[in-house]
């Protein structure tokens, strides 16, 4: 790693996939700022290397800006807020926007970014927080050729597969969108088949054993069954994060006129299991609105 | 293969799974005579090798009756109907039931051939059609361990994978509607996530190949998305399988008092394909219900 391919990056929202994004930053040879609204990720990153510094100072020398926030609201803040970071970048730097958005809100922020003479990759990620701290991740990518030329370098410290979903910012959350229609769908539709197979009697492991050979299997499936088998709800995805996801689906969905009844049936799965008091548990929690539902007990509840 | 090893078999229902199953048999030595109520698919398998001979004359020299027909009803009929089977075998011949059924029909089954000193095998079967003509099923069986080993030849010949769910008939058969629900679901869901992307500017065949690397993907995603992106809508599984077998999880679902929300939004789909006078073509067609709700055109629809 020479110092002319070393680039100032700073990360914003360290949670599990961008601390592990950062991580991989690191690891490439980069400069890594890290923010975070809690203070002790930004520490614990400092501490594995993370370089420090006020925003306000070392804003004009970055050369590209990781966003791995929650939601748009959240970009849009980290962006074009109060404190935005836009308006203190140095002309030509890149933003590559990592959150799960609407199309409309990539496409909007491309022409603001660019009017403001910088560039603008729209940039979802998937493949979960061990992936993020690999730098294994496959990122569904959209903008403009220079927008992808110097986001290049971030590209190859995180991304094992990159597609390339067309020249302008849109796209790479069409197809985030339609990616997060499906696995919400598929663990909600897991956790229905799983306790619809323990109420007949079968047993969990062999649920997970015996479908991940047939043709009801998902990647999904196979993911999460796991986890409601051991009785761990470590969040690696939290509940709450499909509220906001199927969310998204649904108001697309909505505002274009487009019928999507089983992804509205999943989200309301996961809206009882957070009206349940679960919205911080792993997303394989929902199987306990099925399971409370039809007066059975999970692997690991009850005495 | 020696004479020892060859059994007498009759297969009822020589649709595509039956007749690959047929063949699977024909292939292994064993006299295969096959049934269906279309007479031109009897002619045929008779023409590739199958014996002849009416059922009354042949029934008594049967050592096992592989039934793959359609439903509980055909399955009722076939056995124990005005014609039916069971009274006609030998003592200790085996009836290998592979069509989708409630588990309360295959305990009962199993108690009634029990009554007639007939061996019966709980055995749903899972794969598709070109698994069945390769004898590479997956069979998910149950039964006495007598039924087991009288049906040892013909699940050597027909499959590639045998899950043992159990030493009395029912589990095998509440294993395959969780896979079914599982499968109906899935293919439904990959309709409305591909034509969900297509209106936001997706096409069809970047749908597959991105989805299908990401953790949105389903076996039945990547086996059934290439028929819709090609047009083609000959039935290698039709959608009134589906109004036959999400019923059955639906019926099951509802004695059990088990809410299976995601099972019955996916089930209407179907209803809706059927309804639309697409019930006999592949399953993928679901997504016609979903391309005329949102007043898009299919790959080769229109002009």
């Known amino acids: 790693m020479t110092d002319q391919s070393s680039m100032n990056i700073a990360v914003f929202g360290l949670g ?3 601390y592990g994004m950062a991580q991989s930053l690191l690891r490439a040879g980069h400069t890594v700022h890290g923010f975070d609204v809690v203070p002790h990720q930004v520490a614990r990153f400092q501490d594995e290397g993370g370089a420090g510094g006020e925003l306000a100072d ?19 803040e980290v962006l074009f807020g109060d404190d ?7 002309d030509r730097a890149v933003i590559m926007s990592c ?9 909007d922020a491309e022409a603001r970014c660019a ?7 729209d940039a979802p990620i998937s493949g979960g927080s061990v992936k993020a701290a690999e730098g294994h991740l496959s990122v569904m ?11 290049k370098p971030v590209l190859d410290a995180t991304a094992e597969t990159v597609f390339d979903m067309g020249d302008h910012a849109g796209p790479g959350s069409v197809m985030k969108s339609v990616n997060q229609l499906l696995a919400g769908v598929h663990i909600a539709t897991m956790a229905e088949a799983l306790t619809f197979g323990m109420q007949q009697g079968l047993a969990p492991d062999r649920f997970l054993e015996v479908i991940s050979k047939c043709a009801g299997t998902s990647w999904m499936l196979e993911n999460r069954a796991p986890h409601i ?15 906001k996801d199927l969310g998204i689906v649904m108001d697309i969905a909505r505002s274009n006129k487009f019928s999507a009844p089983i992804a509205a049936a999943a ?26 539902n039809s007066g059975q007990q999970l692997p690991g509840e009850g005495s």
């Not at 990518?141 to 986001?151: I, M, Q």
Request: glycine share 12%; proline share 5%; charged share 15%.
């Open 141 to 151: 990518a959209a903008g403009r050729p220079e927008a992808f030329a110097a986001a």
């Open 16 to 18: 599990s996939m961008g």
């Open 115 to 121: 009017a403001a003479g910088i560039h603008y990759l």
């Open 229 to 243: 088998i051991d009785g761990d709800y470590t969040p690696h995805s939290q509940v709450d994060i499909w509220l």
């Open 99 to 107: 959150a799960t958005v609407p199309p409309e809100f990539a496409m």
């Open 58 to 76: 070392i804003a004009g020398g970055l050369d590209a800006v990781v966003v791995v926030v929650l939601n748009a609201g959240q970009t849009e």
């Open 84 to 90: 935005g970071i836009v308006p203190r970048l140095k």
């Open 267 to 292: 989200l309301q799965q996961y809206v009882a299991a957070s009206g349940m008091g679960l919205g911080q548990e792993d997303d394989a929690a929902v199987a306990k609105v099925y399971a409370r």
